[in-house]
């Protein structure tokens, strides 16, 4: 599993972490999480046809990964200014 060490705290659960995912749906697997999309799409270009990328939030260590739409995120301008001003992620991943 391959996983930026500059992930943000999801600011809704300290425990869990903002990024983008590549994973295949069945059987399942989560390869990455990137601070990155293009990071992320890479990986999972690497790993195989049948990976996606999403953006969504993910406990270091596991192999949850809950995506979701990131513009219908509760406070998402918020969280989108976070993370570009941390130089993690820019316009063009959103």
Do not use: N
């Amino acid at each position: 599993m391959f996983t930026s060490e500059d992930l943000i705290i999801d600011p809704y659960d300290d425990l869990w972490f903002l990024g983008w995912g590549g994973l295949r749906l069945a059987p399942w697997h989560l390869g990455s999480v990137f601070s990155s999309r293009i990071e992320a799409e890479l990986k999972a270009h690497q790993f195989g046809k049948e990976y996606e990328c999403h953006f969504g939030t993910y406990q270091k260590g596991g192999v949850c990964f809950i995506w979701r739409e990131l513009s219908h995120l509760p406070g998402y301008e918020s969280i989108r200014a976070q993370m570009m001003s941390a130089g993690v992620t820019s316009e063009g991943d959103f």
